[in-house]
């Protein structure tokens, strides 16, 4: 019979190499197969701003979708009605300030924002923070991706669950072994 304490040992070794093995190997989605309202939130979650060129109907989608957190403590709201009063104002095909119909081509295809009124902002000059903030920065630009300091939390949280079980798992065949030898000696 195998001790309890390496059966132990071995399953929280098998559940750690399981927990880096998903993580490793998280598959990104298709980027052909997200529908134009995540494309608009994933174009905003970028930067901050709606770079594209979107029609009024994908828009109305992307409002109606913005999950509830960014729609309470951000301006994404305000920036896809006045992406949307753009589009509408603004035929798309065309770069100009035309005032066209307004109904649009129907086509949800993003096109790059031809905005040339419309200056860059001055951010100064970029801050190299270090290799942890460009690692943690890398692969949250997706609306729908799980940021990776939340992914580093739960791996922390889970391994000192783990930790603990193993604590609690010795002192008890410590008791146990305790007892038994008690029991010998009387």
Same mark, same amino acid.
Request: glycine letters at 10%; hydrophobic letters at 40%.
């Given at each position: 019979?195998?001790?309890?304490?390496?059966?132990?040992?071995?399953?929280?070794?098998l559940?750690?190499?399981?927990?880096?093995a998903?993580?490793?190997?998280g598959?990104?989605?298709?980027?052909?197969?997200?529908?134009?309202?995540?494309? %608009?939130?994933?174009?905003?979650?970028?930067?901050?701003?709606?770079?594209g %060129?979107?029609?009024?109907?994908?828009?109305?989608?992307?409002?109606?979708? %913005?999950?509830?957190?960014?729609?309470?403590?951000?301006?994404?709201?305000?920036?896809?009605?006045?992406?949307?009063?753009?589009?509408?104002?603004?035929?798309?095909?065309?770069?100009?300030?035309?005032s066209?119909?307004?109904?649009?081509?129907?086509?949800?295809?993003?096109?790059?924002?031809?905005k040339?009124?419309?200056?860059?902002?001055? %951010?100064?000059?970029?801050?190299?923070?270090?290799?942890?903030?460009?690692?943690?920065?890398?692969?949250?630009?997706?609306?729908?991706?799980?940021?990776?300091?939340?992914?580093v939390?739960?791996?922390?949280?889970?391994?000192?669950?783990?930790?603990?079980?193993?604590?609690?798992?010795?002192?008890?065949l410590?008791?146990?072994?305790?007892?038994?030898?008690?029991?010998?000696?009387?």
């Open positions: 019979m195998v001790p309890p304490a390496r059966s132990l040992t071995a399953l929280t070794a559940v750690l190499v399981a927990i880096g998903v993580l490793a190997v598959a990104a989605p298709a980027e052909a197969a997200k529908p134009c309202w995540e494309r %608009v939130i994933d174009d905003w979650v970028d930067n901050g701003r709606l770079d %060129v979107y029609s009024p109907s994908c828009l109305a989608a992307a409002r109606e979708h %913005v999950p509830e957190d960014i729609r309470t403590y951000t301006d994404i709201i305000d920036k896809i009605d006045a992406a949307r009063q753009e589009a509408v104002r603004t035929p798309q095909g065309t770069g100009g300030s035309g066209g119909s307004g109904s649009g081509s129907g086509n949800n295809k993003v096109e790059p924002s031809s040339a009124s419309e200056p860059e902002p001055d %951010v100064g000059p970029e801050k190299d923070e270090g290799p942890i903030s460009s690692v943690l920065s890398t692969g949250t630009d997706d609306a729908s991706s799980i940021p990776v300091p939340l992914i939390l739960a791996g922390l949280a889970l391994l000192l669950m783990a930790a603990g079980a193993a604590g609690f798992a010795h002192r008890k410590q008791a146990r072994r305790g007892s038994s030898s008690d029991s010998l000696d009387s």
